[in-house]
């Protein structure tokens, strides 16, 4: 079966850095829109990064700078390096994959990680 296994979250202060790991299994990664979506307590899901099947990347403006999207197809996993982290970044962290679009909505992705939790402390 398909799994999305993120890694990495934690605790940090304002200014500090994390670096979020999906590992994949079950799918072929390479033919997979992976992207990485976040959700704050009583706001909705939204995307954060994706990366295409040829590499082209996408960002929130609000992380644009700050965050970088990467893959490794022979481990199967997609990275999310964030510096300057700001207290408004705290959110759960999900993984995503999509065999179609490559869209901005969470609707679109067929697969789905359990999330990591990224706290930062001003």
């Known amino acids: 079966q398909v799994q999305l296994v993120e890694s990495g979250g934690g605790s940090v202060q304002a200014g500090g850095s994390l670096r979020l790991s999906c590992a994949a299994s079950?799918?072929?990664?390479?033919?997979?829109?992976m992207a990485w979506f976040r959700q704050a307590p009583d706001k909705e899901r939204e995307l954060v990064a994706r990366?295409?099947?040829?590499?082209?990347?996408g960002y929130a403006e609000s992380v644009k700078g700050r965050f970088t999207i990467s893959q490794d197809n022979a481990k199967s996993t997609v990275y999310l390096q964030m510096n300057s982290l700001k207290p408004e970044d705290t959110a759960t962290y999900y993984c995503?994959?999509?065999?179609?679009?490559?869209?901005?909505?969470?609707?679109?992705?067929?697969?789905w990680g359990q999330g990591t939790q990224v706290t930062v402390s001003s």
């Open positions: 995503a994959a999509d065999s179609a679009f490559c869209g901005l909505s969470p609707a679109g992705f067929d697969y």
């Open positions: 990366i295409a099947t040829k590499g082209n990347t």
């Open positions: 079950g799918i072929t990664f390479n033919r997979y829109c």
